[in-house]
């Protein structure tokens, strides 16, 4: 077995594995609007929900990108569900564009009204989250040095839904078929799907 300490980071592969390792990662599709106007979108798979209770997502930046600085001036931004469907315009969505110039046009994509938040959602996303900014730091290594990265946590204050990806009143995964980054250039899409109960607690009859 491979074995390496990564302050060295000696793995001797042509990449670095440790992104291949966390995987499948959820893609926070991030669209933002500055204080001035200016609207923003884009892909990060350093992106997860961290509560339910109540309903908090964080996303990380490495560095500051419009994305962050968006979201962190204005306090807002939403995360768009990103699908197979919609993989390529996603792609698209990831190329440097100058301040200013919108990734919605020249991905094709359309913006669409948010309720509670100014910045706009994609409408060709089948659900989306509205999200209020509650914090946003570096974290700190082990030396106590901050990272590069810029984490920005947002409470999910609305919710947008397609009642094309519900079916029996559950949001249906093989519908959805969201798409997960995993390792250098290679996704997943989830719409091959599993059922697992959790186990109950066992009682003395079981040990």
Not at 54 to 61: A, G, N, R
């Amino acid at each position: 077995m491979l074995f390496y300490t990564t302050a060295d980071n000696a793995h001797g592969l042509p990449h670095d594995p440790f992104k291949a390792i966390v995987a499948p990662r959820p893609i926070g599709w991030i669209s933002t609007r500055s204080r001035d106007g200016a609207v923003n979108l884009a892909p990060y798979s350093f992106f997860n929900a961290i509560s339910d209770r109540p309903k908090l997502v964080m996303f990380s930046s490495a560095g500051m990108k419009d994305t962050a600085t968006f979201a962190i001036e204005s306090g807002e931004f939403v995360a768009n569900l990103a699908t197979r469907d919609l993989a390529a315009k996603l792609n698209r969505s990831s190329a440097p564009a100058p301040r200013g110039v919108s990734e919605f046009a020249f991905s094709g994509l359309t913006e669409a009204p948010c309720r509670l938040v100014t910045a706009p959602r994609v409408a060709e996303s089948p659900a989306a989250l509205e999200c209020r900014v509650t914090q946003s730091f570096r974290p700190e290594g082990l030396d106590g040095r901050p990272s590069e990265n810029t984490v920005v946590i947002g409470e999910v204050v609305a919710i947008h839904i397609d009642e094309a990806i519900l079916k029996d009143g559950l949001v249906d995964m093989a519908l959805a078929a969201p798409l997960a980054r995993l390792g250098y250039f290679d996704y997943a899409v989830g719409d091959r799907v599993f059922q697992m109960r959790r186990p109950r607690r066992p009682d003395a009859s079981d040990v």
